[in-house]
């Protein structure tokens, strides 16, 4: 047997249903409709029948461009997926780096800042380099940084991988790396 998989509303000649509540293409109720009649309708208006509401008796059915909808619907479900913070951006160093990218790189850094952006900053190590150089050379990048306040209280190591966030406003709940929040204290 072959069985259909749920890909979601009826659409056209799915629909089993002999009468329908319909509503047209511009949202306006037409009202309990044979079938036959409102397919007749969608078929005229060069549109499909769907099945907005199926769990009613009976269903309700608007006419509207199908492919339009499921496009409109993928869309909104994918917004959600996005970044979690605001546009951060992300700057990747090695402990082997040479002096004129890590200030390149600072330099970028600074301006996605003053742009009111996040920076994430991340010393990654590979094979058999120091970890001890990875932090040396981390540590010296941060005294770049000083003038930004630091979303973490301390760079968070994981694994072969150390990183911390920067974020430009001046505030933030780790008072120890904030300027404007130190002032009062």
Known sequence: MDFKKNK???VNREIREREVQLIDEKGNNIGVTDIEEALLLANK???DLVEVGANIEPPVC????FGK???AQNKKNRGGKKGTTKDQKIFRFSPVIEKADVEHRTK???????KGHPVKLIMQKKGRQ???QAKEVFFEILTNFSDYSSIE????QEGNRISITFKSDGKTKNKQN???????V
Not at 108 to 114: F, G, H, Q, T
Not at 178 to 184: A, D, H, L, Q, T
């Open 8 to 10: 979601g509303p009826r």
């Open 45 to 47: 208006a060069e549109l």
């Open 62 to 65: 608007k006419i509207m461009d």
């Open 69 to 71: 909808y499921l496009y």
């Open 108 to 114: 970028r850094a600074k301006e996605y800042l003053d």
């Open 130 to 132: 120091s970890m001890d």
């Open 153 to 156: 209280t301390e760079p968070k």
């Open 178 to 184: 904030s300027k404007e929040e130190n002032k009062g």
